[in-house]
């Protein structure tokens, strides 16, 4: 299986290479490829033994884009790509907003013929899915495309549901999904740990998962990605928009998010003369403990408020968010009060696409209103210390967070050991802390002590580099907060 995906990967990919030369980048030729799977996977499942009704109106469909070449082809590409972009479901979903990338009509036929030679219906869910990740990955791993920060490692997102344990019949949703890697992940651990009836896996399929994403190019590849796996209806899981806007009034058993790094949210704004600038957008919402513009903080507020009394949330969160003071003290003061706040990973660099990111996992449920507060100990795991990862030649593995896995102990939370990276912290010792900074570490920096367990040359150049682009960010945001442009 792994075989047979990655060979068409592959053969994707290398035609990729040929259209860069014609400035088609790789999350664009991702998109294309997006659009015209699609329309072959719609064509497919109306042949024989399948003989579906057509999703796809006639003379918009597959066989209408072979009967065409030349220049009647880009005409006709682009009818089609603006007639299904109006639709509605997920039909909508795939082609809003979608626009031909591939000027040149010999290449996007070449690009047709190469799809239409293989059966994608006919392939394994598992083989499907796993070539359209393959493609998602490699367009990740493209630093200039700047996808990677829509894409989070999935070793990570594996560790983290396995510590969650979703069961049938729960409710999942990520307000910043993404390409879909949670849900995927969810889904996944979902099929194999539980033997499900008809009932529970149609419910698996249409009624499970929620998710949202503020760019339309990102949910495009989200809601394939979903179909390819067999998640979803006619009815897209999947919406565009701000998230944090307002409260959806949704409630779900469980959270699990990466939401984007960067520590403002903001919008364009153009005056009178024309000139472009940048305004911080502040969420006034009544569920919200505090009003900033730290998007992080927005996002664990807004979390908070999604999950339903003894939901369990999963969230990665940048180091600003345990330390910072003012607003981020109102709501670390809450969420440890109002919340279950249990379990804080401490992650190592080089695990994330976006660089200069100093990142933590963070677990709590919610729980009811109570004078008592909820949190009475905060076990963290310190796998930052003394720990070297880089995207490239040493990547983070889903082996790097069995002991994780193991101290967490999901089979019974309330039974957990200390270790030398795993230590707790009670709510009293917590609250003694200046402004409440769950920014806590014990171990020692080896590579600080001994000048003979220093790192290698690139390790450090790359702990150099992360340095100054987090230094730089908060330059930038403090220039933001002084007015400047």
């Known amino acids: 299986m792994a075989n047979e995906s990655a060979s068409i990967v592959q053969k994707l990919w290398n035609y990729c290479n040929v259209l860069r030369d014609d400035g088609v980048s790789y999350g664009d030729y991702v998109e294309q490829l997006t659009y015209l799977l699609f329309l072959k996977m719609a064509d497919e499942q109306t042949q024989p033994p399948f003989n579906k009704p057509p999703l796809i109106p006639k003379g918009l469909d597959w066989q209408s884009l072979l009967e065409k070449d030349g220049d009647a082809l880009g005409v006709h590409y682009r009818h089609i790509l603006e007639t299904l972009g109006k639709e509605g479901g997920m039909l909508g979903a795939i082609f809003r ?54 894409f989070t490692p999935r070793p990570l997102i594996k560790a983290m549901v396995e510590v969650i344990r979703p069961e049938p019949g729960m409710t999942i949703c990520d307000p910043a999904c993404g390409t879909g890697g949670f849900i995927l992940a969810a889904h996944d651990h979902i099929s194999k740990h539980h033997q499900l009836d008809k009932g529970q ?3 698996l399929k249409y009624h499970t998962f929620k998710g949202n994403d503020i760019v ?3 949910v495009r590849l989200c809601v394939m990605n979903l179909y390819l796996h067999g998640i979803g209806g006619d009815e897209s899981p999947i919406e565009v928009g701000d998230s944090l806007i307002s409260d959806p ?20 704004i153009v005056n009178g003369e024309g000139r472009a600038g940048r305004e911080s957008l502040i969420y006034e919402r ?3 403990w505090a009003t900033t513009s730290n998007k992080q903080l927005n996002f664990l507020q807004h979390v908070k408020t999604l999950l339903k009394i003894n939901g369990k949330a999963a969230i990665v969160v940048p180091d600003n968010v345990l330390f910072e003071g003012g ?18 990973l401490r992650l190592p660099t080089g695990v994330f696409y976006a660089q200069g990111v100093k990142a933590n996992l963070l677990f709590f ?14 076990w963290i795991y310190d796998l930052r210390t003394n720990k070297h990862f880089t995207l490239k030649t040493d990547p983070l593995c889903y082996e790097d967070l069995q002991d994780f ?66 230094a730089l960010e908060q330059f930038s945001s403090i220039h933001e907060d002084l007015g400047g442009k």
């Open 97 to 150: 907003k979608s626009q031909n990338r591939i000027q040149d009509p010999a290449k996007l036929r070449r690009l047709i013929m190469l799809i239409n030679d293989e059966t994608w219906v006919g392939l394994d869910i598992d083989v499907k899915g796993e070539i359209y990740e393959g493609l998602l990955q490699k367009n990740a791993e493209d630093v200039k495309s700047g996808a990677g920060q829509y």
């Open 365 to 378: 449920d919610r729980k009811p209103a109570s004078e008592k507060p909820w949190t009475e100990k905060l």
């Open 201 to 203: 896996k149609k419910l």
């Open 249 to 268: 009034g949704d409630r779900f058993d469980i959270v699990l998010t990466n939401p984007p790094f960067g520590k403002k949210s903001s919008i364009t």
């Open 405 to 470: 896995t193991k101290c967490y102990n999901p089979e019974n939370r309330f039974n957990r050991k200390e270790a030398e990276r795993f230590k707790a912290f009670t709510y009293d010792e917590l609250m003694q802390r200046d402004k409440v900074s769950l920014d806590i570490f014990w171990l020692k920096d080896e590579s600080l002590e001994d000048s003979e367990n220093l790192p290698s040359p690139d390790l450090l150049a790359s702990d150099i580099a992360e340095n100054l682009e987090s």
């Open 286 to 288: 009544p569920d919200f």
């Open 216 to 218: 339309d190019a990102v």
């Open 327 to 344: 607003a981020g003290e109102t709501v670390r003061r809450k969420l440890l009060h109002e919340c279950d706040v249990h379990t804080l």
